[in-house]
């Protein structure tokens, strides 16, 4: 997940921004005299800086994210990520979804092993999501520990060998994150933004 995390990274901040980079480097746009003192003519620049930020903050968010579960509760914690601290009292359900049939998503080509599940969604006693634990920034080995501990607590524990994300958000609304359920829209907003930020770049700045 380190791996995929960084390799994301990089095709986010390097590849989807090649218009962006060659044009600042390729006409030494530094020694423009309109930069930093006309806001359309920094414009490109300040939005690829706001993206380098958004996009380093997110890598270390997910590369430091730190799991601890043990028979009292579980502690997540990670940079830029407040603390959470759960006992299992607090629990009042665990889902354990095999599969989530989310269609052709990007997400569905990096294959979970097949003893993961896609998710195993931790709700507090009011239905609210405390926790999710996906096989693809865990691994199994965190879902099995979360279920066996959830077992040992007394945890009321729903398996659930194939759901729609439809179906998943009738049965618990609150399990799942915007994220999760509209995985495909937010790759479109993300394609969208990156292809006009690219051409008011080429608009601004030109080649």
Wanted: a neutral charge.
């Amino acid at each position: 997940m380190v791996i995929g995390s960084l390799v994301v990274g990089f095709v986010f901040l390097v590849v989807l921004e090649f218009l962006v980079i060659i044009s600042f480097v390729g006409q030494r746009l530094w020694n423009h005299p309109q930069l930093m003192h006309d806001l359309t003519f920094t414009l490109p620049l300040i939005l690829w800086v706001v993206i380098a930020a958004v996009v380093i903050v997110t890598v270390l968010r997910v590369i430091t994210s730190w799991l601890q579960i043990d028979e009292e509760g579980f502690q997540l914690r990670s940079l830029f990520r407040r603390t959470r601290n759960v006992r299992w009292d607090e629990v009042g359900q665990v889902i354990a979804a095999r599969d989530i049939d989310r269609g052709a998503t990007a997400a569905e080509m990096l294959d979970a092993p097949e003893t993961a599940y896609d998710g195993v969604y931790v709700l507090n006693r009011q239905g609210r999501r405390v926790l999710a634990v996906s096989s693809r920034f865990f691994g199994p080995r965190a879902q099995e520990m979360t279920l066996h501990r959830a077992r040992e607590a007394g945890v009321a524990i729903e398996h659930i060998d194939a759901i729609t994300p439809a179906e998943l958000m009738r049965q618990a609304p609150q399990a799942m994150s915007f994220v999760d359920r509209h995985p495909n829209l937010l790759l479109l907003l993300l394609l969208v933004f990156y292809i006009g930020h690219n051409v008011l770049t080429f608009a601004v700045w030109g080649l």
